[in-house]
């Protein structure tokens, strides 16, 4: 008989320290204009190792606010809104915003990886314990009392071992993905500069079969909204385009909903409103990988879907809005809200002139892009490897010899 003796713990008697962070005043430049300190939002906490940020502060911003440094490989936990509950780990030393729960593990106690993952298995208990009302919040005190199940430390190394090894294959893909993706995206770049002269060129609403709102449906079962259906957001696109589909919410629907609601291969979703000016505008393009693995998948909330006519203009359309995005010239379309939520001029957005790709450009554009969304499908049946394993390593069901345990 194989056995592993369990302890169970408290999250905060397996730490040295734990803090979180804070935000600089928005308001004032000085504070982020420049900057090369990276800091952490809770929107880029997703079951991830963390190499860089989306947004950096400056000293004055560090001394002029709670934000603080942490040092590598903390397990940061996501305490506030749709992210509560999620995980990550930093390489680099970072700061956070307040949202963050960063819990700096004693080495001698745990391994940091093996408590990453256990939180993993239980991020939806997590999410649970939030508190609040509209505004699901966990709070540090909730988070360090958390009891977890560990084995002897050399036993941790070794589950954590085994669980990473499937995530360096997921990074390596996502590697891959970027590069092919920004490969098509140089190709268009180059040519879309030139401007050839045999190009078509129409305004981008012309270009558009239709474009349709969100619908949200309901979280709960009832009488007129019965089926299931999966609805996109906008935040869940950066998680979509990381080969993660764990988070799309499960909502009901109304028949008439089902029925005109769904989205459908190669129609673009764009995020339009958004607490940081830089998520708007943000694109994912529905592929046929994507419907398959959802019955009912759903007009995203807080978006616009674009439906084109042919998969060549709806990629001429993605790449558009991805080249004016990287430029900076997407501002121009962006109008920064009195309450903290900035939005989208999709109105003015319908007179941006569109260049069509060409036949030669088209072809090379939609090699890369299969390429890329076949990586995500191998992200995909990793990641389920990975989750069917962990439940039974942390549990000491499966051996990290491979062999059940009678």
């Known amino acids: 008989m194989i056995s592993m003796e ?4 408290r999250i905060g008697d397996l730490c040295n320290s734990s803090c979180s962070g804070g935000t600089p005043k928005s308001t004032q430049p000085a504070y982020y204009e420049g900057g090369t300190i990276p800091w952490l939002t809770t929107s880029e906490v997703n079951f991830n190792d963390i190499y860089d940020t989306d947004n950096k ?3 004055l911003g560090l001394e002029k606010s709670s934000a603080k440094f942490i040092p590598v490989n903390s397990v940061i936990v996501a305490m506030y809104g749709v992210t509560a509950g999620r995980s990550a780990i930093n390489k680099i030393p970072l700061t956070t915003n307040q949202a963050c729960c960063n819990l700096q593990i004693n080495e001698k106690k745990a391994n940091y990886r093996y408590v990453y993952y256990y939180l993993m298995m239980q991020s939806n208990q997590l999410n ?11 709070n540090s005190i909730i988070i360090k009392k958390f009891k977890i199940l560990i084995p002897s ?7 954590a071992k085994v669980l990473n090894s499937y ?6 893909n996502n590697k891959r993905i970027k590069l092919l993706e920004s490969m098509a995206e140089e190709l268009y770049k180059e040519w879309f500069v030139k401007k050839k ?3 078509s060129v129409k305004k981008l609403g012309v270009l ?8 949200w449906g309901k979280d709960t079962l009832e009488s007129k909204e019965k089926n299931k259906g999966y609805v996109i957001r906008g935040t869940d696109i950066p998680d979509i385009l990381n080969s ?14 089902i029925k005109n609601k769904q989205l459908e291969e190669n129609d673009i979703i764009m995020e339009l409103s958004n607490g940081n000016i830089n998520n708007i505008g943000r694109t994912l393009l529905i592929t046929t990988d994507m419907l398959k693995k959802y019955k009912n998948l759903m007009r995203a909330s807080f978006c616009k879907t674009m439906r084109f006519n042919s998969k060549k203009d709806s990629l001429s359309a993605l790449l558009l809005i991805r080249y004016l995005q990287d430029s900076g010239k997407m501002f121009f379309y962006k109008n920064t809200g009195t309450n903290g939520i900035n939005n989208f001029n999709f109105k003015r957005f319908l007179r941006q002139d569109i260049y069509i790709l060409d036949d030669d450009i088209f072809s090379k554009v939609c090699n890369l892009y299969e390429l890329a969304n076949n990586y995500r499908q191998r992200n995909y049946n990793l990641s389920l490897q990975r989750d069917s394993l962990l439940p039974r390593l942390m549990s000491g069901k499966l051996s990290v010899e491979g062999k059940e345990v009678i």
């Open 6 to 9: 369990f302890t169970l713990n």
């Open 57 to 59: 502060i400056t000293q």
């Open 128 to 138: 649970k314990l939030a508190n609040g009302g509209a505004q699901q919040n966990l």
């Open 153 to 159: 430390l050399e036993n941790q190394i070794k589950i």
């Open 167 to 172: 995530d360096q294959l997921i990074e390596n």
């Open 197 to 199: 002269e045999n190009c």
């Open 208 to 215: 558009m079969k239709d474009y349709f709102n969100g619908g």
């Open 244 to 257: 993660c589909y764990d988070n799309i919410p499960l909502r009901y629907h109304s028949n008439n909903d």
